[in-house]
């Protein structure tokens, strides 16, 4: 019971802390929100991007297609040996007319003008569809094919997944810098937050310390000031991130139906685990920033 | 009272008075080279009402602060009833402090808590209950003469009633030992007469061991308990 009593004093105490220095814990949380938004942003892009690189990855797709003077019966050589190549999965052999369709279908809204090339040679050739069993054999099976003769085009997905990796490094670098930036500017403002708690209540600590109150009595109320303003931004933050994310997401499924991508909800995509990180961080940031605060200024 | 201290007075000889206070050669000599102390003994019986005395400069300050353990003694040993100060650890100190009132020229009272409050926050942060808190807040708010004024703020208090607060605050506990830094320094004559009274009390009633550090030499001759005088870090009075 007298434990209880104590928490609850300690309790009082800490919102008592937050309604005294409402304005700068207002500016602690914001800052956190704004951090962990930030990071978040981040955080999401790169899963994001892993997403879809694990998914092209996957599919390993190349698209081979001849030069329109190949003929049906050249092409038909080359995807008997193709077909048994080992590196290859499954190949699938599209038609001059196949491709043509494909292709006025793709314009479907200007189909008139297209209509006027039906006819055109240029827009009559045929393409084989790869897919390897190994994506690192990309590379070396592409260079391959490009040296044959008669070969217009290869869609390469290595080089897309390749440019994306790139992206995705870049991504990761930028959320560590963000991460290490903000963690640090989040660490100081919660840090003086509490520190002109502490100064404001000099006296009564002061006065605490000559009758007897023990030096983590004193601190907890600064330290659970501090770490609950880390957890309120941090929701706030994980809130707003989650909507940012639903808003992006159909821009993200537009862009997906084009590569046949399967964009992840937010919920698949690791927010549950964010979720988590983000109150770790909060509690984390709020507890190192205020018990610094608390041990450097609460010395009477 | 629930007793969870880490620190009692059980090897006192007799319970019902406050501890005994002895210093045996204590020396204080701060990082500057400055001696405030040099070879101190003396000894205060339990219970006893006792005067330390001496110009600013004499040590006072730096006797009572070695009491409150806010200092350490270069050398010597102090004892307060059974505890060794040399031995209480920087994280015993709070305990040690919970056993012994102490009262202040400035009189270190809050001025945002009422009367009551500035009290009850000793007990409070003990984690006393509602209730015991309110018999003994009321107890040493009748024993200062100020159960009637529970409600005011500190602001509409004069300076003697602000520090019948102070003393209000170092007894609600009942701490065997009362320590009183200058506890006049702020008031008038009349005041101060009354405060002594006050603190005279407390000595009769809860049978505290109290120790007043003053430099007012006629207020002292009034009383009339012992005097243990420094000057300049020597005790030169007051033997026992």
């Known amino acids: ?300 | 009272m629930e007793n969870d201290y880490r620190y009692d007075y059980s090897s006192q000889e007799d319970d019902n008075k406050g501890p005994e206070i002895v210093f045996e050669n204590v020396t204080k000599e701060y990082q500057n080279g400055v001696r405030a102390l040099d070879n101190v003994s003396f000894r205060v019986a339990p219970g006893e009402f006792a005067f330390l005395m001496g110009h600013s400069g004499s040590g006072k300050s730096t006797l009572t602060k070695l009491l409150m353990l806010e200092e350490r003694a270069t050398s010597g040993d102090i004892l307060v009833g059974s505890i060794n100060l040399n031995s209480v650890k920087s994280s015993g100190i709070p305990y040690y402090r919970r056993l012994v009132g102490i009262v202040f020229q400035d009189f270190r009272i809050i001025s945002s808590m009422t009367v009551f409050e500035n009290v009850a926050f000793a007990l409070e942060m003990l984690g006393a209950g509602r209730k015991q808190i309110e018999t003994q807040v009321m107890a040493a708010l009748d024993l200062v003469g100020l159960a009637k004024k529970r409600n005011e703020y500190p602001g509409h208090l004069s300076g003697g009633e602000q520090q019948r607060v102070a003393i209000a605050r170092a007894v609600v506990n009942l701490p065997g030992l009362i320590i009183a830094d200058e506890p006049t320094g702020n008031l008038d004559t009349e005041n101060s007469q009354e405060i002594m009274e006050l603190l005279q009390k407390i000595n009769t009633e809860l049978g505290a061991t109290v120790l007043v550090a003053t430099h007012e030499k006629e207020l002292v001759s009034k009383i009339g308990h012992r005097v243990i005088e420094l000057s300049h870090g020597v005790r030169i009075l007051g033997n026992k």
Request: no cysteine; proline share 1%.
């Open chain 1, 1 to 300: 019971m007298k434990y209880i009593r104590i928490v609850y004093y300690v309790l009082r105490q800490s919102v008592k802390n937050i309604l005294r220095n409402l304005f700068m814990v207002f500016a602690s949380v914001v800052v956190v929100f704004f951090v962990l938004l930030v990071v978040g942003i981040f955080i999401e892009a790169g899963l994001t991007l892993g997403s879809v690189i694990e998914q092209f990855s996957d599919r390993a797709e190349i698209q081979i297609n001849f030069s329109y003077i190949v003929s049906d019966e050249t092409a038909k050589e080359y995807f008997d040996v193709i077909s048994k190549d080992a590196r290859v999965k499954t190949a699938t052999y599209i038609t001059k007319e196949e491709n043509l369709n494909k292709i006025l279908d793709y314009f479907k809204d200007d189909k008139e003008l297209f209509e006027n090339y039906r006819n055109s040679e240029r827009l009559q050739f045929v393409s084989i569809e790869v897919q390897l069993n190994h994506f690192e054999d990309g590379t070396a099976f592409v260079n391959e094919i490009k040296q044959l003769d008669g070969i217009d085009s290869v869609k390469d997905i290595v080089e897309t997944v390749d440019k994306m990796e790139l992206t995705r490094f870049w991504v990761n670098v930028g959320t560590i810098t963000a991460a290490v930036i903000m963690t640090g500017l989040s660490l100081l403002l919660i840090f003086n937050t509490v520190k002109l708690t502490v100064i404001a209540r000099h006296r009564e600590i002061e006065i605490m310390k000559y009758i007897g109150a023990t030096d983590v009595y004193i601190a907890t109320p600064f330290i659970l000031e501090g770490v609950s303003t880390g957890i309120v931004g941090a929701i706030i933050a994980w809130i707003v991130l989650s909507g940012v994310y639903k808003a992006v997401f159909n821009f993200i499924s537009e862009l997906a139906a084009q590569t046949n991508i399967v964009p992840k909800t937010f919920a698949e995509s690791g927010g549950g685990a964010i979720f988590v990180g983000f109150i770790l961080f909060g509690i984390a940031t709020g507890f190192v920033a205020s018990m610094l605060a608390a041990r450097k200024y609460m010395k009477v």
